[in-house]
Protein backbone atom coordinates (compact mmCIF):
# COMPACT_ATOMS: atom_id res chain seq x y z
CA UNK A 1 0.00 0.00 0.00
CA UNK A 2 1.20 3.22 -0.45
CA UNK A 3 2.28 5.70 1.99
CA UNK A 4 -0.24 9.15 2.19
CA UNK A 5 1.65 12.01 2.30
CA UNK A 6 -0.41 15.57 2.97
CA UNK A 7 1.60 18.84 2.26
CA UNK A 8 0.50 21.67 3.61
CA UNK A 9 1.18 24.74 1.47
CA UNK A 10 1.13 22.87 -2.12
CA UNK A 11 0.42 25.40 -3.67
CA UNK A 12 3.45 27.86 -2.69
CA UNK A 13 7.55 27.47 -3.16
CA UNK A 14 8.56 24.94 -0.12
CA UNK A 15 5.55 22.67 -0.45
CA UNK A 16 5.11 23.09 -4.50
CA UNK A 17 8.90 21.22 -4.61
CA UNK A 18 7.73 18.72 -1.88
CA UNK A 19 4.98 17.93 -4.19
CA UNK A 20 6.90 18.12 -7.16
CA UNK A 21 9.55 15.73 -5.44
CA UNK A 22 7.37 12.92 -4.18
CA UNK A 23 5.00 13.10 -7.32
CA UNK A 24 8.04 12.47 -9.33
CA UNK A 25 9.06 9.53 -6.61
CA UNK A 26 5.54 7.84 -8.02
CA UNK A 27 5.07 5.79 -4.78
CA UNK A 28 3.21 8.18 -2.36
CA UNK A 29 -0.48 8.63 -2.56
CA UNK A 30 -0.34 12.80 -2.03
CA UNK A 31 -2.92 15.15 -0.49
CA UNK A 32 -2.60 18.48 -1.22
CA UNK A 33 -3.58 21.07 1.23
CA UNK A 34 -4.78 24.65 0.06
CA UNK A 35 -7.17 26.98 1.27
CA UNK A 36 -9.10 27.20 -1.56
CA UNK A 37 -9.47 24.45 -4.17
CA UNK A 38 -10.73 25.95 -6.68
CA UNK A 39 -8.12 28.75 -7.36
CA UNK A 40 -6.00 29.08 -10.01
CA UNK A 41 -3.14 27.37 -8.48
CA UNK A 42 -4.70 24.34 -6.99
CA UNK A 43 -6.27 23.75 -10.78
CA UNK A 44 -2.92 23.99 -11.57
CA UNK A 45 -1.91 21.33 -9.25
CA UNK A 46 -4.86 18.90 -10.63
CA UNK A 47 -3.41 19.94 -14.22
CA UNK A 48 0.22 19.21 -13.70
CA UNK A 49 -0.56 16.28 -11.15
CA UNK A 50 -3.10 13.92 -12.33
CA UNK A 51 -4.08 12.09 -8.63
CA UNK A 52 -3.32 14.26 -6.86
CA UNK A 53 -6.09 14.73 -4.11
CA UNK A 54 -6.80 18.50 -3.41
CA UNK A 55 -8.23 18.56 0.29
CA UNK A 56 -9.39 22.54 1.63
CA UNK A 57 -8.31 23.54 5.26
CA UNK A 58 -7.75 26.62 6.67
CA UNK A 59 -4.18 26.62 8.62
CA UNK A 60 -6.55 28.59 11.51
CA UNK A 61 -9.27 25.98 11.94
CA UNK A 62 -8.14 22.45 14.17
CA UNK A 63 -11.29 20.99 12.51
CA UNK A 64 -10.88 21.57 8.45
CA UNK A 65 -7.10 20.80 8.84
CA UNK A 66 -8.28 17.48 11.33
CA UNK A 67 -10.40 16.62 8.38
CA UNK A 68 -7.94 17.09 5.49
CA UNK A 69 -4.97 14.87 7.41
CA UNK A 70 -7.70 11.65 7.51
CA UNK A 71 -5.97 8.84 6.17
CA UNK A 72 -2.80 10.50 5.92
CA UNK A 73 0.35 8.77 7.06
CA UNK A 74 2.75 11.63 6.75
CA UNK A 75 2.05 15.61 6.85
CA UNK A 76 4.69 17.65 5.78
CA UNK A 77 4.26 21.03 7.21
CA UNK A 78 5.08 24.72 7.01
CA UNK A 79 3.93 28.08 8.62
CA UNK A 80 4.35 31.78 6.90
CA UNK A 81 5.24 34.97 8.93
CA UNK A 82 4.75 37.14 5.92
CA UNK A 83 1.36 36.65 5.21
CA UNK A 84 -1.40 39.20 5.84
CA UNK A 85 -4.05 37.37 9.04
CA UNK A 86 -0.31 37.09 10.63
CA UNK A 87 0.88 39.88 9.91
CA UNK A 88 -2.39 41.70 11.17
CA UNK A 89 -2.63 39.66 14.26
CA UNK A 90 1.28 40.80 15.36
CA UNK A 91 0.46 44.09 14.44
CA UNK A 92 -2.36 43.87 17.20
CA UNK A 93 -0.02 42.67 19.74
CA UNK A 94 -0.34 38.46 19.19
CA UNK A 95 3.41 37.53 18.75
CA UNK A 96 2.36 33.80 18.44
CA UNK A 97 0.18 34.23 15.73
CA UNK A 98 2.65 32.50 13.62
CA UNK A 99 3.25 29.72 16.14
CA UNK A 100 -0.62 29.03 17.08
CA UNK A 101 -0.65 28.07 13.49
CA UNK A 102 1.60 25.79 13.12
CA UNK A 103 0.47 24.50 17.08
CA UNK A 104 -3.11 23.90 15.10
CA UNK A 105 -1.04 21.34 12.27
CA UNK A 106 0.44 19.35 15.01
CA UNK A 107 -2.83 19.35 17.20
CA UNK A 108 -4.63 18.47 13.98
CA UNK A 109 -2.20 15.71 12.08
CA UNK A 110 -2.34 13.91 16.36
CA UNK A 111 -6.35 14.52 16.05
CA UNK A 112 -6.37 12.65 12.66
CA UNK A 113 -4.14 10.12 13.87
CA UNK A 114 -0.98 10.90 11.60
CA UNK A 115 2.02 9.15 12.46
CA UNK A 116 4.78 10.91 11.09
CA UNK A 117 5.12 14.88 10.73
CA UNK A 118 8.16 17.19 9.12
CA UNK A 119 8.15 20.28 9.87
CA UNK A 120 10.03 22.82 8.08
CA UNK A 121 11.88 25.08 11.07
CA UNK A 122 14.37 27.59 11.85
CA UNK A 123 16.85 28.22 14.78
CA UNK A 124 16.06 30.94 17.45
CA UNK A 125 18.36 33.91 16.79
CA UNK A 126 16.88 34.92 20.39
CA UNK A 127 18.66 31.92 21.48
CA UNK A 128 22.35 31.87 19.77
CA UNK A 129 22.58 35.73 20.25
CA UNK A 130 21.46 35.68 24.59
CA UNK A 131 18.65 38.11 23.67
CA UNK A 132 20.58 40.10 21.36
CA UNK A 133 18.08 40.05 18.29
CA UNK A 134 15.01 38.78 20.37
CA UNK A 135 12.64 39.87 17.63
CA UNK A 136 12.79 37.73 14.66
CA UNK A 137 9.46 36.56 15.15
CA UNK A 138 9.43 34.29 11.81
CA UNK A 139 12.96 32.28 13.33
CA UNK A 140 11.02 32.46 17.14
CA UNK A 141 7.66 31.06 16.39
CA UNK A 142 8.68 28.42 13.52
CA UNK A 143 11.25 27.15 16.44
CA UNK A 144 8.54 27.64 18.54
CA UNK A 145 6.52 25.09 16.44
CA UNK A 146 9.00 22.88 16.09
CA UNK A 147 9.16 22.50 19.97
CA UNK A 148 5.56 21.69 20.23
CA UNK A 149 6.07 18.85 17.75
CA UNK A 150 9.23 17.08 19.28
CA UNK A 151 7.37 17.35 22.77
CA UNK A 152 4.36 15.11 21.31
CA UNK A 153 6.87 12.34 20.67
CA UNK A 154 4.01 10.00 22.16
CA UNK A 155 1.77 10.91 19.80
CA UNK A 156 3.63 11.46 16.80
CA UNK A 157 6.84 11.56 15.22
CA UNK A 158 8.62 14.45 14.22
CA UNK A 159 11.07 15.46 12.11
CA UNK A 160 12.87 18.84 11.07
CA UNK A 161 14.23 20.44 8.08
CA UNK A 162 16.01 23.79 8.32
CA UNK A 163 15.99 25.78 4.87
CA UNK A 164 19.08 27.92 4.47
CA UNK A 165 18.87 31.32 2.38
CA UNK A 166 16.94 31.30 -0.28
CA UNK A 167 19.05 31.65 -3.67
CA UNK A 168 15.37 32.90 -4.80
CA UNK A 169 16.06 36.40 -2.57
CA UNK A 170 19.07 36.88 -5.02
CA UNK A 171 16.39 37.82 -7.71
CA UNK A 172 14.17 39.58 -5.44
CA UNK A 173 16.85 41.81 -4.00
CA UNK A 174 18.18 42.89 -7.40
CA UNK A 175 17.80 46.03 -9.81
CA UNK A 176 19.26 46.72 -13.10
CA UNK A 177 21.86 49.51 -11.99
CA UNK A 178 21.07 53.48 -11.96
CA UNK A 179 24.01 53.98 -13.32
CA UNK A 180 24.62 52.61 -16.58
CA UNK A 181 21.32 50.82 -17.30
CA UNK A 182 23.15 47.94 -18.05
CA UNK A 183 24.62 46.00 -14.95
CA UNK A 184 22.73 43.97 -12.61
CA UNK A 185 22.70 44.51 -9.27
CA UNK A 186 22.35 42.07 -6.29
CA UNK A 187 21.80 44.03 -3.16
CA UNK A 188 21.34 42.52 0.57
CA UNK A 189 22.32 44.45 3.94
CA UNK A 190 24.84 42.19 4.88
CA UNK A 191 28.64 42.65 3.79
CA UNK A 192 30.31 41.10 0.93
CA UNK A 193 31.89 38.28 2.18
CA UNK A 194 29.23 37.44 4.60
CA UNK A 195 28.54 33.42 4.35
CA UNK A 196 25.52 32.03 3.66
CA UNK A 197 24.11 28.74 3.45
CA UNK A 198 21.90 28.81 0.18
CA UNK A 199 19.39 26.72 -1.23
CA UNK A 200 17.41 26.44 -4.56
CA UNK A 201 14.09 26.28 -2.73
CA UNK A 202 12.15 25.03 -5.51
CA UNK A 203 13.98 22.45 -6.43
CA UNK A 204 16.08 21.29 -3.56
CA UNK A 205 13.76 20.74 -0.77
CA UNK A 206 11.14 18.85 -1.81
CA UNK A 207 14.63 16.28 -2.80
CA UNK A 208 15.57 16.35 0.80
CA UNK A 209 12.15 15.90 2.01
CA UNK A 210 12.13 12.36 0.19
CA UNK A 211 15.09 11.65 1.08
CA UNK A 212 13.89 12.14 5.10
CA UNK A 213 10.61 10.04 4.20
CA UNK A 214 12.72 7.03 3.16
CA UNK A 215 15.38 7.20 6.01
CA UNK A 216 12.27 8.49 8.54
CA UNK A 217 13.54 6.57 11.50
CA UNK A 218 17.16 7.93 11.15
CA UNK A 219 15.45 11.59 11.87
CA UNK A 220 13.16 11.60 14.44
CA UNK A 221 13.58 13.85 17.17
CA UNK A 222 16.07 15.51 14.83
CA UNK A 223 16.69 18.43 12.63
CA UNK A 224 18.30 18.52 8.85
CA UNK A 225 19.47 21.34 7.22
CA UNK A 226 18.72 21.80 3.54
CA UNK A 227 21.21 24.02 1.66
CA UNK A 228 23.98 23.14 -1.52
CA UNK A 229 26.96 24.71 0.87
CA UNK A 230 28.14 27.93 2.02
CA UNK A 231 29.13 30.91 -0.22
CA UNK A 232 29.56 34.48 -0.25
CA UNK A 233 27.87 37.16 -2.50
CA UNK A 234 30.46 37.39 -4.88
CA UNK A 235 30.44 33.30 -5.49
CA UNK A 236 26.79 34.04 -6.51
CA UNK A 237 27.38 37.38 -8.73
CA UNK A 238 30.30 35.51 -10.58
CA UNK A 239 27.85 32.67 -11.12
CA UNK A 240 25.17 34.71 -12.39
CA UNK A 241 27.92 36.69 -14.91
CA UNK A 242 29.62 32.97 -16.11
CA UNK A 243 25.83 31.55 -17.04
CA UNK A 244 24.29 34.69 -18.44
CA UNK A 245 27.02 36.62 -19.71
CA UNK A 246 25.31 40.03 -18.06
CA UNK A 247 27.58 42.15 -16.10
CA UNK A 248 26.70 42.14 -12.63
CA UNK A 249 28.06 43.35 -9.20
CA UNK A 250 27.05 43.23 -5.74
CA UNK A 251 25.92 46.15 -3.59
CA UNK A 252 25.56 46.19 0.34
CA UNK A 253 22.59 48.03 0.89
CA UNK A 254 21.43 50.08 4.42
CA UNK A 255 19.54 47.98 6.94
CA UNK A 256 17.34 51.17 6.74
CA UNK A 257 16.32 50.26 3.21
CA UNK A 258 14.41 47.49 4.35
CA UNK A 259 12.09 49.77 6.59
CA UNK A 260 11.13 46.74 8.80
CA UNK A 261 12.84 46.07 11.94
CA UNK A 262 12.01 42.35 11.92
CA UNK A 263 14.03 42.08 8.86
CA UNK A 264 16.71 44.31 10.18
CA UNK A 265 17.43 42.34 13.21
CA UNK A 266 17.46 39.65 10.75
CA UNK A 267 19.82 40.75 9.09
CA UNK A 268 22.29 41.65 12.04
CA UNK A 269 22.12 38.55 13.45
CA UNK A 270 22.97 37.01 10.45
CA UNK A 271 26.05 39.10 10.25
CA UNK A 272 27.15 38.68 13.55
CA UNK A 273 25.88 34.79 14.68
CA UNK A 274 25.99 33.19 11.36
CA UNK A 275 22.42 32.22 9.56
CA UNK A 276 22.77 29.08 11.45
CA UNK A 277 24.89 30.25 14.43
CA UNK A 278 28.04 28.71 12.61
CA UNK A 279 26.20 25.14 13.30
CA UNK A 280 26.99 23.05 9.72
CA UNK A 281 26.94 19.81 11.53
CA UNK A 282 23.58 18.92 9.63
CA UNK A 283 25.20 20.46 6.26
CA UNK A 284 27.64 17.01 6.94
CA UNK A 285 24.25 14.91 6.84
CA UNK A 286 23.47 16.68 3.53
CA UNK A 287 26.92 15.46 1.79
CA UNK A 288 26.14 12.04 2.63
CA UNK A 289 22.76 11.85 1.07
CA UNK A 290 22.34 10.27 -2.51
CA UNK A 291 21.02 13.50 -3.41
CA UNK A 292 22.90 16.19 -6.20
CA UNK A 293 21.63 19.80 -4.35
CA UNK A 294 21.71 22.63 -7.02
CA UNK A 295 24.93 25.18 -6.98
CA UNK A 296 24.74 28.78 -7.98
CA UNK A 297 25.49 27.81 -11.33
CA UNK A 298 22.68 25.35 -11.56
CA UNK A 299 20.33 27.76 -10.04
CA UNK A 300 20.88 30.28 -12.53
CA UNK A 301 21.35 27.81 -15.26
CA UNK A 302 17.71 26.73 -14.22
CA UNK A 303 15.95 30.17 -13.32
CA UNK A 304 17.49 32.05 -16.78
CA UNK A 305 17.31 35.52 -16.06
CA UNK A 306 13.82 37.85 -17.03
CA UNK A 307 14.96 40.84 -15.13
CA UNK A 308 14.55 41.71 -11.24
CA UNK A 309 11.38 40.78 -9.89
Known sequence: MLQTVAIIGATGLQGGSVLNALYGAGKYKLIAITRNISSESAKAIKKKHPGVELSEANINDVESLTKAFRGADTVFGITQFFQPDVLKNVESGDLDAEYKQGKNIVDAAIAAGVKNMIYSSLPSMKAFSSGKY????????????????????????????????????????????????????????????????????????????????????????????????????????????????????????????????????????????????????????????????????????????????
Open 134 to 309: AGVLHFEGKKKVENYLLSKVDKICGAVVYLGFYMENYVDFSRISPGDKETVEFTLPLPATTQLPLVDTANDAGGVVAYILDHFDDFIGKGLEISSGYYEAQEMVKAFHEVTGKPARYVQIPLSALHSEELGQMFKGIEEFGYFNGNTGFLEVNKKMDYKHTTPVDFWKNRGWTGPS
